[in-house]
């Protein structure tokens, strides 16, 4: 499916995760990035990107999954615009 994320929209393709409520995106800068085709969303850009604050240091809230086939995600948790659009013009 494709959502818009940021502000201005952002377009990226998404697979619904009813395991979480939460969605991943790649973000700029990337480093040790899944090769993707699509551009990667870029936060500096977006004017509602905003980074989760935590009881660390820093106040980040850095994450790291690793699933059973040994990929991981790994970054730092944000908040952001999410827009979907409905396909068959209904809301």
């Known amino acids: 499916m494709k959502l818009q994320i940021g502000t201005p929209p952002f377009e990226i393709e998404a697979v619904l995760d009813t395991g979480s409520e939460l969605i991943w995106t790649q973000c700029l800068p990337c480093l040790h990035c899944y090769d ?49 659009h409905s396909t068959s013009g209904v809301p």
Do not use: M, W
Not at 36 to 47: C, E, H, L, M, V
Not at 54 to 80: F, R, W
């Open 36 to 84: 993707q085709k699509a551009p990667i969303f870029d936060p500096s850009k977006s004017s509602t990107f905003k980074e989760t604050r935590c009881n660390t240091p820093d106040h980040s809230c850095s994450y790291k999954i690793v699933y059973d086939d040994k990929s991981y995600t790994q970054g730092t948790l944000a908040t952001e615009t999410v827009t979907i």
